[in-house]
């Protein structure tokens, strides 16, 4: 079984711009979670979706969206970059809940911000 | 919300060596997960360890939730095992997030 995917592996963006990560989960997983890896702040949950609905949400500013599609593929949206966005994004997939199941993260995304 | 912490946060081994690290968590817990952090980023899945005990090859596992705490034992370290070590727990109360611990950096030195 192919575990998650996440595109692109690594993005150069400038201040000011957005940018779209996506994620694939594992087959028949239907929770996709992101959260954002920095040095100062360590692993911080973004939020999480299941069955196209976002059921928790971290504490991030509004700049940070995400939607979850019919085939469970997710996507994570930075809107107005600033520098202190650079992080490693990962992306993780449960069957159906990701506080109460195993969860599987994918290779995740390098954002670098400048 | 829950804190979670992990010990130590380095640790320094020749390879051969056997380690423990150490994952107090604050509350009780319906999760937990250990995983290794390879140098590329990836998070590896080590252990599913809400309760009892587990052994994967050199590696083993025992949480106490009853104490509030999980142990991750590492034996005969190779280099390959150097990166880090993250604890992570969820329980019915944090709306299907994870909680990480800041992580225990392993080196094995050859």
């Known amino acids: 079984k192919a575990g998650v995917t996440q595109t692109p592996r690594y993005l150069i963006k400038t201040r000011g711009q957005q940018v779209t990560l996506s994620c694939s989960p594992i087959?028949?997983?239907?929770?996709v979670s992101w959260y954002q890896q920095t040095p100062g702040q360590g692993l911080q949950f973004l939020f999480e979706?299941?069955?196209?609905?976002?059921?928790n949400k971290g504490n991030f500013p509004g700049r940070f969206s995400g939607r979850q599609f019919s085939n469970s593929r997710s996507e994570m949206n930075v809107s107005t970059l600033e520098l202190g966005d650079s992080a490693l994004y990962l992306c993780?997939?449960?069957?159906?809940?990701?506080?109460?199941?195993?969860?599987?993260f994918g290779p995740g995304t390098r954002l670098t911000v400048t | 919300g829950i804190q979670v912490e992990q010990s130590p946060p380095d640790l320094i081994l020749q390879e051969g060596a056997n380690s423990t690290l150490r994952c107090n968590f604050s509350d009780s817990v319906n999760n937990l997960q250990w995983f290794h952090q390879n140098p590329w980023g990836q998070l590896i899945n080590l252990f599913y360890?809400?309760?009892g005990t587990k052994q994967n090859g050199r590696l083993s596992a025992t949480t106490v939730a009853t104490e509030r705490y999980s142990l991750l034992y590492i034996s005969s370290s190779q280099t390959t095992d150097s990166g880090v070590y993250f604890c992570?727990?969820?329980?019915?109360?944090?709306?299907?997030?994870?909680?990480f611990g800041k992580g225990t950096l392993l080196t094995v030195n050859p």
């Open positions: 360890i809400p309760s």
């Open positions: 992570a727990v969820g329980w019915v109360g944090s709306n299907y997030k994870l909680t």
């Open positions: 979706y299941f069955s196209e609905t976002q059921r």
């Open positions: 087959s028949g997983h239907r929770s």
């Open positions: 993780a997939s449960s069957l159906v809940g990701t506080g109460l199941n195993e969860q599987y």
